[in-house]
């Protein structure tokens, strides 16, 4: 995975979220963001993902270079798996149909292709006894593994994960993280935000630090954690590891 960054700005009304962000990444499979809350995690993470556009600068993945255009980011977005703290489930739709739907009407799919699809990846994640369970009959780690499974189906160039385990409880949690786990030793892509500290040095082969809208410190988990030159990360970390 390749990412490049120069001088891109974000704005919400007068709240400035990214200011004059650059970076270049090379050959990444896993890609960690961390650092305070509010200090522009997840706005960076959509931006990438192609759900807002930004106000300047000039931001490129994998060789896609994205613009403000809505038609030009919703094709751009079909090369991408997407996971969200909230799941983001069709309610009235049974878990097999969550994943069926957006491979027929996105990926333009046969109903018998994009069934079969559906049903490989509920057995491989032992989801096959829900398969006509819909969303509020699950635990959250349930739907956040059809939420998941529902990602990996269309075949995405990388999966962007926003605090998938924010709203889990611990037994839940452990399994999420164990599916995405998997998923990064099958060299699966992964651009991931979250608190799990411990999970993200694990995980990651390339971590960024933001706070208060730019990137405070980058590069390999072994250094950005265990070798931090700014004190803000050294001082982040001192607290949130301490236990």
Request: proline share 5%; glycine share 6%; aromatic share 6%.
């Amino acid at each position: 995975m390749q990412i490049e960054i120069k001088n891109l700005n974000k704005s919400f009304g007068d709240h400035h979220v990214l200011r004059n962000i650059s970076l270049t990444i090379e050959n990444s499979h896993a890609l960690v963001i961390v650092g305070p809350s509010g200090g522009g995690k997840t706005t960076l993470l959509r931006l990438i993902a192609g759900l807002e556009p930004f106000d300047s600068g000039y931001l490129n993945v994998n060789g896609h270079v994205l613009d403000t255009e809505e038609e030009h980011l919703r094709q751009y977005r079909k090369h991408v798996g997407m996971v969200f703290q909230a799941y983001n489930l069709f309610p009235h739709l049974t878990a097999l149909e969550n994943i069926t739907l957006p491979l027929q009407k996105v990926h333009g799919q046969e109903p018998e292709v994009a069934r079969e699809t559906a049903m490989r990846l509920l057995e491989r994640f032992q989801l096959e006894p829900h398969v006509h369970k819909k969303p509020a009959q699950l635990s959250g780690g349930q739907q956040q593994r059809i939420a998941l499974s529902r990602a990996i189906a269309i075949a995405p160039e990388f999966l962007i994960l926003d605090e998938p385990t924010s709203a889990l409880d611990p037994e839940f949690t452990a399994e999420v993280l164990d599916m995405i786990e998997e998923l990064r030793e099958e060299d699966k892509h992964l651009i991931l935000v979250t608190h799990e500290m411990g999970f993200a040095r694990h995980v990651s082969d390339y971590v960024l630090f933001i706070d208060e809208g730019i990137i405070i410190e980058s590069g390999p988990p072994k250094v950005v954690f265990e070798n931090p030159q700014h004190d803000k990360v050294k001082k982040f970390f001192d607290r949130v590891l301490k236990y």
